[in-house]
């Protein structure tokens, strides 16, 4: 429910701080004295479209806060946790909007997208305004509302969404049949891609082992020889690395004297002298131990040869054969008998299919159910709105061909026939501007009988009704009030007597600059507004008694 509105700086409003209550809240005043800033403040807190035009003369940015309590709105509870932007039982809506047209959006005062803004405020308020009237003559129309009153708003979208899956198969199963012989050319080129590379089997690193024993093998005799060389240089040649370290420990230990400070050197020497013979040992061993293998030298060089020619067919390096494998691989099982070949896209269709008509035709049922009794509504309402020969029917015709569609297997329509004995044809070619709005009307606050939205808002619904039709429009606002909030912009005293708190919109003129003052009334200046509105700016004594009887009587409706 609705508790504040604080608006700063929008159009003519400098400064409004409204409280609001439970039940029926009428906004009167003269023509142009901006009842409309109330319900388009609300609209730009609910994420509506921003005008910076809409920013007073003079200031910077306009401010708008809308505070509800969601104590009872378990839904907008839900949304809030989701999103985590939860504040117990408080959600306060806040807009900024620059001069320069840009604005910003905030929940529970964290920033936050316009979309959510859009999304938590439907669950919060709904506004019915007359210009729905021009919305009443579209089918599409006429379905939402259905769906609404019938409580198959989610079966419809899930119904759109089996639609839309089975189309994009549909088209891709279109697609492929239409180049089925491009497909089967590739999906044969495929087959040899992956066949070839199967052959070639290349391990995870295999080239690399490959190519290094590849630059072992190839220079075997250059291993053999220098190896050789080196035993000799060790230990066999008669200049031996090993025998020239013999000489010079023989020089060291026939000094005449004791040298401590030599000692450590004749140790390295002593040591250097053995590692040598132990290297020289060890080269000899290998020199008689290698042999070159030159047909492992060719098995190795003709695999590298393998690998290199593939990967220039594909023109691309060694290292990229195995990534190259697993793609070609998964596109041949995806082609073929995987995802996307025709038998799988054929049955994946014909099961979305089943699931497309089994929604459909649950939507179907409760459309049709909840039109029979959509129609007994409206039907009353209306013939309480003077119109009781109206005849309201809502339509359901059928796809043409029997085709899927996203909103389902059926299209639908209202149709009214004005008299009695004619034949119920559509709204637009029936219904005169009048006529429209009091149709309007009655189906706004049948629907609003079934809606969820705590808060319901009419704008301006009640224009072209007049008399006794006017206090049968107030009864049915207060009504809806009663059960909830309703607020309504009026021009219509029958109504506005009726309602359980009363604003008052004026604008006055100071210092060359305009102003707008909206102020709750008591029930004494709710009497005076209400003589305003029935006899205009001269008030006679009859005008304010027939004011104060139609408040009494107004306040005394309980239905």
Known sequence: MLTQLMV??????????????????????????????????LSLAMGGRADAGAVRHGAKRADITASFD????????????????????????????????????????????????????????????????????????????????????????????????WHRTSQKLEQRRQNADEAEAKLQLLRYQVEELDRLALGDGEQETLEQEQAQLSQADAVLHSSHQAALLCTE???????????????????????????????????????ISEAGDNLRHFVEDYEADPARLAEVEERLSAIYQMARKHRITPEELPELHQRLSNELAELDGGEGSLEQLEAEQQS????????????????????????????????????????????????????????????????????????????????????LSRISLAIQVVVAQTSTTPTLVFDEVDVGIGGGTAEVVGRLLRSLGSNGQVLCVTHLPQVAAQCHQHLFVSKFTEQDAT?????????????????????????????????????????????
């Open 237 to 275: 040649d008669e200049t031996s690395a090993a025998d020239l370290v013999r000489q010079a420990l023989q020089q060291l230990e026939q000094l005449p004297v004791d040298v401590p400070a030599l000692a450590d050197t004749i140790q390295m020497l002593t040591e250097a002298q053995i590692q």
């Open 70 to 165: 969601i104590s009872r709105i378990p839904i907008a509870r839900q949304w809030l946790e989701e999103h985590e932007l939860d504040d117990k039982d408080d959600c306060i809506l806040r807009r900024t909007i620059n001069k320069d047209g840009r604005s910003k959006a905030f929940i529970n005062g964290q920033p936050c997208p316009l979309s959510q803004l859009k999304e938590l405020g439907s669950l919060l308020m709904d506004i019915h305004s007359q210009h729905q009237h021009q919305s009443l003559l579209q089918k599409d129309t006429h379905r939402k509302l259905l769906d609404e009153f019938s409580g198959a708003e989610d079966l419809a979208e899930q119904t759109r969404d089996a639609w839309k899956a």
């Open 352 to 435: 979305l299919r089943k699931r497309f008509d089994e929604l459909a035709g649950q939507l179907t049922a409760k459309r049709e159910q909840a039109a029979a009794e959509l129609d007994q509504r409206i039907a009353q309402e209306l013939a309480q709105l003077s119109m009781p020969a109206v005849q309201f029917v809502t339509k359901l015709g059928r796809n043409s061909n029997d085709e899927p569609a996203p909103h389902g297997m059926e299209d639908v329509e209202f149709l009214v026939s004005a008299n009695p004995g004619q034949p119920a044809r559509p709204l637009a070619k029936v219904a005169s501007g009048g006529e």
């Open 515 to 559: 102003y707008s003052r909206i102020e709750t009334l008591d029930d004494q200046g709710r009497i005076s507004e209400v003589a305003r509105m029935l006899g205009g700016v001269d008030m006679t004594e009859h005008t304010i008694a027939h004011a104060r009887e139609m408040f009494v009587k107004g306040q005394a409706t309980h239905h």
């Open 8 to 41: 700063s700086n929008y159009a003519i409003a400098e400064r409004v701080d409204l409280h609001f209550s439970k039940g029926m809240t009428a906004l009167t005043g003269e023509t142009g004295a901006g009842k409309s800033i109330v319900l388009d403040a």
